[in-house]
């Protein structure tokens, strides 16, 4: 049997209707992936019993559960549903807050050239990073949380997955940078994570989860400015609540992407030999009562 080749890996999701349960019938629909980390954790419990022979008893597997990152690049049509799943929100006239609705996945992983399949069921995304620079597509990494995997199997669960969206994916240029409400020019990186802090519980008689809770929804992140303007850094040392919010574009097409109130936590300026400047500044994002949120996203 020849072996599995990266490029004919295949990644198709399915929103589930009860925790860990694939529906019957499923129209998947594949997903335009950059890398996919999703495996089993199986622990090992083994026995405590001392003998005079110094022999292990025996060992079992413990609670079993899935665990990895999804990273794509953003892509319109593409990631809405995954982004809403992500803040747990609801898009309402395209626009998506931090909410509290937490939705499950069935994600299946194929080897369309062997061919076999497997699928990660009860699957809650737990994280939600990017990260902006000045050359590249903007990528985003999921971080999931899941029940269990199924055996690797020849069939896949739907035949005819939907197809993705053939558009090209965000880019920054076009787009529009604010700090403090003004838009600036002085950014060349920035970065962020919202965490949702799910826990997987386990119940007695059940081996794998059952089921998933959501903590506080916490975003940070970190950005890179040319040191241009002391007033961005000074920020920081007076302890000074500000706000971000970037455009990423594709086409006629956009994201928005709004922290309408943070504070930086920590900056360094940076400086290498007699190169330019630049500052890193780390954030925390706030709940903002205007908004009602503590990030939103809103696309054209």
């Not at 890398?35 to 954790?41: V, Y």
């Not at 609705?101 to 992983?109: A, G, H, L, V």
Request: proline residues 3%; contains cysteine; charged residues 15%.
């Amino acid at each position: 049997m020849p072996q599995a080749q990266g490029s004919k890996r295949q990644l198709a999701y399915i929103v589930e209707t009860t925790y860990g349960v694939t529906p019957a019938t499923p129209q998947t629909k594949l997903l335009d992936f950059v890398n996919f980390t999703g495996d089993l954790n199986a622990p090992e419990v083994e026995s405590q019993t001392i003998r005079p022979n110094r022999q292990s008893t025996g060992s079992r597997r413990g609670n079993t559960s899935t665990a990895g990152d999804l990273t794509l690049e953003l892509t319109p049509d593409n990631a809405d549903e995954l982004l809403e799943a992500a803040l747990q929100g609801t898009w309402a006239a395209n626009v998506l807050k931090v909410g509290s609705t937490q939705r499950s996945f069935s994600i299946e992983e194929g080897f369309t050239d062997m061919p076999q399949f497997r699928v990660f069921t009860g699957s809650v995304f737990n994280t939600l990073s990017m990260e902006l620079n000045t050359e590249g597509y903007v990528n985003a990494t999921l971080g999931f949380m899941g029940k269990t995997t199924t055996p690797f199997s020849g069939t896949s669960i739907c035949g005819t997955p939907t197809a993705p969206s053939a558009k090209e994916a965000f880019y920054h240029e076009g787009g529009v940078f604010k700090e403090g409400g003004s838009t600036v020019g002085f950014l060349s990186a920035l970065s962020f994570e919202l965490s949702n802090n799910v826990t997987a519980n386990n119940a007695l008689g059940v081996t794998g989860v059952r089921a998933m809770t959501s903590g506080k929804a916490v975003v940070t992140g970190t950005v890179t400015a040319l040191f241009e303007d002391v007033s961005f850094y000074n920020k920081f040392v007076n302890n000074a609540s500000s706000s971000l919010e970037f455009t990423i574009t594709s086409g006629a097409e956009s994201l928005t992407f709004k922290f309408s109130k943070l504070k930086y936590t920590q900056a360094d300026i940076q400086s290498d030999g007699d190169a330019g400047v630049t500052v890193q500044m780390t954030f925390r994002a706030e709940y903002d009562a205007a908004d009602d949120t503590t990030m939103m996203i809103t696309r054209v």
